[in-house]
């Protein structure tokens, strides 16, 4: 009899605890990854023109400018720690969603309904003509504020705007740093010829939208006590260069400046991360 | 009690085979018919395929493709018929009154020669969508009459006081008159020249017949002989005939079944051509100097099938493995016809079904099924089957954008390589595009892998097997890379460490491809003995 019950107990462990333990650490799993969508693109025309333009460096502006949304789809879809939620075809995928319910769809293959994933942030973007600046902003929907905002003069030449996906990306790598404190961890340092390290490898690879040549941040966090309060602040240990980008996770970042002391600090086992620097070149 | 089992058996039996089958609804647009050639071809191309022949039940209807407004063919109008597939037929017709003026330069940009090039076609694109489910199932495109291009020379001096071109920029309206006597002069000439290839064209098209048009996209057994002895074939047996739509004079392609690996595929053989059809069999011939590998094969008691030729889906389709999975999808996009490039290389492969949602004409036969008139057809299995669709591709500029339709996220997004002349929004989507969707979409069931060593000198591995559902493009170079595992801050990554280079060799069938390594035969060969997983990935 004892053993009987024992035995009942031991179900209804396996039954209803150990799902509960899966379900929490894939939730952990899932709850790391922000959903993010990404919507349009707002000109704000400059009202103070007076002369009448040939029109077409507006139309070339225009053209390079609504590309600035799909950068930013580019440079979310796939990254580590978000999922990128599509806006633009929501009708178009709700109009398949709601077609699937009909009957004639009975015995068809339909995709599983309700299982629409709701946003986190919104991201939006907003484009001054008079001072040539574009803004890209991200909205907290669960506060209903803005998160984080960035204000930049676009990079740009006789023949219009320079390469603007990867002005976006740089801009993004900003941003997402700001916002949500968003770090690449060295992992190791490489080839140490005597007391001078040259190279690092970090934890961030295509996944996390790094690319070769991009200038890279090297630091620390020291935490602070102020009034009982701890808070932690970036102690710069020097600067590098992505050499290489070795797979979706990792890369080979080469040293420029600090060597010294970030082989130093290695040595003593401290924690030292990298950010991309927002630097168009 | 056995009686009335038997009785009810009989019964059904006889329904079974008293109820009719559902056909083609043929759909002619009517919008680009724009002149007494083009009219004239159009009609007669309308009267040949009206009184077709077919072994199958078909209805014409005139559509119009821009309002999507379709009406009963006035000979149709008393006969229509409940249907199983829409055939979309879009004509394209440049026979003209005014042909362009090219001129000809030489290298110091002086006028060589001054003539109207003439060279009218009449083309036709086809699309057949399945009406129960809204899957495209081909997309084909068929020059019904083609000219080569003829030359009528003009002596530009009697119209031009100068270079037309220089006069055109300077005063298009005097460049107008002169073109205008230009063309009066030369209208004779342009009428006689028109009429003498329209009715060759018309000749032509007489042939031209629904059968053609609604083809089979299945592959069919070829019967071997057994105890054969000749050295090539100039007949062979066909295991299908008019039941299955096999037709006359339409050519197939034989393949044998084989094997590489562990892994099967269909090698291609000899063509041959349709000459006499049964009701379950077909007699075919092969053209001259065709026939040995067939014979061959036959010697070889080999596995061989028949596939229509041209037709790359049915010969993908006999080329797919058994247990691969597929994904219904479609591709953002404002008409029909529209994004063809993509669409092409979607149909082509059969673990993808396309699914067509700009198309409502296909409303119009869904609620024919549902007609009262039509209670003698056996239709009930074409209904409540439509397909939905779990993946969305959009183009924008050189974007391509994959969104999961179930979750709304965005699975992929890559940049497509697109050339000068690329007007097209979907022009540069190749196989290396959609395979890298497929795989972030499901990596389980569409990522490349490795399936077998193929050639392995000493401790050295040359040659490895690779299966990519998506496909496999020539020359492709690709990485060989193992995987290992770090630790970073408690949370496992892997990392990939490229072992070697290779490139694609003899590709056996569209999902199977031998890879030649290059650089790192040998620490693909340790990776293997240690029985490490060895992974492959496209070069950047």
Known sequence: MENKSKIILFFLFVAFILPGVFQDRLDAQTQTQSRIAIVGIDIIKDSSKFFISSGMDDYNSAA?????????????????????????????????????????????????????EGVDYLVKSLYYEKKKNLVIRIYDIAGGNVKCSKEQKLESNILGIKNINNQVRLMLHELVYECFGIKFTVLK???????????????????????????????????????GEVLKRKNILGTGKVNEVVDENFSNVKIESGDKIIADALSKGKKLYCTIINEYK | MRKIILSLLFLFCYREAWLQKAGEAILLDTINVHNLYSDSIYASFIHSVTNSKSSRPFTLYLWNSR??????????????????????????????????????????????EAYLATSPVFTLEIKGVEIATSILNFSSKHDLVSFPEEKIFIPYGKYFNGDPDVIKGRDNKSYDKSMNALYKDYANQIIALNLRRMSYAIS?????????????????????EPGFQDKSVKEVKIKAGSKQGIIPGRDYSCYAKRN???????EHLDNI??????????????????????????????????????????????????GQKTINLSIRKD????????????????????????????????SLLKDERFIDYSIDDLQGRQSGYRLLITFEGNDVIAT????????????????????????GFNVDDLSLILSSFDPDNFSIRVTDVLEQKKEKINTVLMYNPAGFERVTKFEIYKEESVDVDGEKMKRKIIIGNGKIGKIFSSNLAELNVKDGEAAVYQAYSRKEPVFVQYKN
């Open chain 2, 404 to 427: 999961d339709v179930q979750t709304n996220r965005i699975i992929s997004n890559s940049k497509i390589q697109k050339k000068l002349i690329d007007f097209s929004t979907t022009a």
């Open chain 2, 204 to 224: 032509t098209i007489k042939y031209y017949n629904v059968d053609i048009i609604c083809a089979d996209q299945e592959a069919v057994e070829v019967i071997s």
């Open chain 1, 64 to 116: 390079v400018l609504y590309q600035v949304p799909n950068a930013c789809i580019e440079y979310f879809s796939n990254f580590k720690n978000f999922v990128a939620i599509d806006k633009k075809n929501l009708s178009l995928i709700n109009m398949e969603k709601e077609l699937q319910k009909s009957e004639e769809f009975i015995d068809g293959y339909i995709v599983d309904q309700g299982k629409d």
């Open chain 1, 189 to 227: 340092g490489n080839e140490p010829a005597g007391s001078r390290l040259k190279h690092l490898t970090v934890v961030m690879g295509r996944k996390s939208k790094v690319k070769e040549e991009d200038q890279v941040e090297i630091f620390e966090l020291v935490e602070e006590n102020i009034d």
């Open chain 2, 260 to 266: 590489v690996g562990s892994q099967t595929y269909y």
């Open chain 2, 67 to 112: 309002t999507h407004a379709i009406k009963l063919e006035p000979s149709f109008a008393s006969r229509e018929t409940p249907s199983s597939e829409a055939v979309f037929i879009k004509p394209l017709s440049t026979f003209m009154d005014r042909y362009p003026l090219i001129l000809r330069r030489d290298t110091a940009n002086r006028i060589i």
């Open chain 2, 335 to 366: 008409c029909l016809f529209c994004e063809n490039e993509a669409q092409q290389l979607i149909i082509n492969n059969p673990s993808l079904n396309l699914i067509e949602r700009n198309a409502p004409e296909l409303k119009y036969f869904s």
């Open chain 2, 273 to 322: 051509e349709i000459k006499s059809v049964e009701e379950s069999s077909s007699i075919a011939t092969t053209p001259a100097f065709n026939g040995r590998d067939l014979a061959k094969s036959f010697k070889a008691g080999d596995i061989i099938k028949a596939v229509p030729r041209y037709d790359k889906r049915a010969l993908n389709r006999l080329n797919m493995p058994a």
